[in-house]
T-cell receptor, first 113, second 110 residues
Framework: GENVEQHPSTLSVQEGDSAVIKCTYSDSASNYFPWYKQELGKRPQLIIDIRSNVGEKKDQRIAVTLNKTAKHFSLHITETQPEDSAVYFCAALYTGTASKLTFGTGTRLQVTL | KAGVTQTPRYLIKTRGQQVTLSCSPISGHRSVSWYQQTPGQGLQFLFEYFSETQRNKGNFPGRFSGRQFSNSRSEMNVSTLELGDSALYLC?????????FGPGTRLTVL
């Protein structure tokens, strides 16, 4: 089955700096890669996603890149703000069959003033 | 559109009891997936239902079961509860890949 590794497990950046979280997946059939943000005590919220036919996607301060050959995908947050502090999860899924998301282990991002 | 809802939000049970959790997906979404979230194991897939059929199942014991109704609402049941079943149980509804999570049910087993 699919296995997703995520690094780093914790990340501390100063407000205004950039943050990068990296994931690797094992199943070359996976074709959908979402990123979720989970604040303390709240549900995971989809913040951005990318499909395997696209190499990069951007939405304001966040962007995701995908390297299918290396089976790597990354989340980039620029101009970080305190409200970006949360746990971020990457995930992978093959949309051709069931909707089974395999999650990474999460990255706790702390944006300090 | 209303989001995914889950009931109850909090539940306290004792070992050996059973519990049923409910999930109502976003209107029009036919797929409902269930996940268990714990500090130690992270987010783990339990099972997925689509059009009242279980389409995929994760690596959980048979004590964990589920079903889906014709209106796409789903329930999951855990029998013979163990202390290790204490977790946040999340359901997600999806349409074409994107999954949207409900607020979760926090289950505590004493």
């Amino acid at each position: 089955g699919e296995n997703v590794e995520q690094h780093p497990s914790t990340l501390s950046v100063q407000e205004g700096d950039s943050a990068v979280i990296k994931c690797t997946y094992s199943d070359s059939a996976s074709n959908y890669f979402p990123w979720y943000k989970q604040e303390l005590g709240k549900r995971p919220q989809l913040i951005i996603d990318i499909r395997s036919n696209v190499g990069e996607k951007k939405d304001q301060r966040i962007a995701v890149t995908l390297n299918k050959t290396a089976k790597h995908f990354s989340l980039h947050i620029t101009e970080t703000q305190p409200e970006d502090s949360a746990v971020y999860f990457c995930a992978a899924l093959y949309t051709g069959t069931a909707s089974k998301l395999t999650f990474g282990t999460g990255t706790r991002l702390q944006v300090t003033l | 559109k209303a989001g995914v809802t889950q009931t109850p939000r909090y539940l306290i049970k004792t070992r050996g009891q059973q519990v049923t959790l409910s999930c109502s997906p976003i209107s029009g979404h036919r797929s409902v997936s269930w996940y268990q979230q714990t500090p130690g194991q992270g987010l783990q897939f339990l099972f997925e239902y689509f059009s009242e059929t279980q389409r995929n199942k994760g690596n959980f014991p048979g004590r964990f079961s589920g079903r889906q109704f014709s209106n796409s609402r789903s329930e999951m049941n855990v029998s013979t509860l163990e202390l290790g079943d204490s977790a946040l149980y999340l359901c997600a509804s999806s349409l074409g890949g994107e999954q949207f999570f409900g607020p979760g049910t926090r289950l505590t087993v004493l």
